[in-house]
């Protein structure tokens, strides 16, 4: 999986980010917080199909991307909502926000492969699901859950 050519001024600081892909699989490579080292203490996956995402650290809804910024609205598990400006490098998705407590993050996405294939989402009582392609992250009032099909 490529990305699209960045936007003039995505790769500068303060630029303009770019929206998520429609249809991805990605595992995160690291986390940076409030700029201390980049550090990758589990694994985390994040699915985004369509408008819709999971995320296997327990939380999952709806994204919305405001021409700069991309919303998470966590719609399912973990209350709250993610705001965070991305970046392409290379074949990652480099993401940099802000927490709600003032907290700052940097987080790098590689894309994982065997995201071809079927793409989807389900939502039930305190439950979502989200597919992309041999990959699927299950998200409930308890914990987020990730398997390799």
């Known amino acids: 999986m490529t990305g699209p050519e960045p936007e003039p001024g995505a790769g500068v600081p303060g630029g303009p980010g770019v929206p998520v892909p429609e249809h991805g699989a990605w595992l995160r490579r690291g986390i940076s917080r409030n700029g201390g080292p980049l550090l990758e203490d ?6 985004q199909a369509g408008p819709y995402y999971a995320d296997s650290r327990g939380f999952a809804g709806t994204t919305a991307f405001d021409g700069s910024e991309v919303r998470f609205h966590h719609l399912t598990g973990e209350p ?22 003032g907290t700052t993050f ?20 305190d439950h979502h699901v989200v597919r992309v392609g041999r990959h699927v992250v299950h998200v409930d009032s308890r914990a987020g859950t990730y398997w390799r099909l």
């Open 42 to 47: 589990r694994e985390v996956v994040w699915l």
């Open 106 to 125: 940097l987080e790098v996405w590689t894309p994982l492969p065997g995201a071809d294939g079927v793409t989807g989402s389900w939502t039930g009582p």
């Open 80 to 101: 709250g909502e993610d705001a965070g400006t991305f970046r392409w490098e290379g074949p990652n998705l480099v993401e940099r926000g802000t927490n709600p407590d």
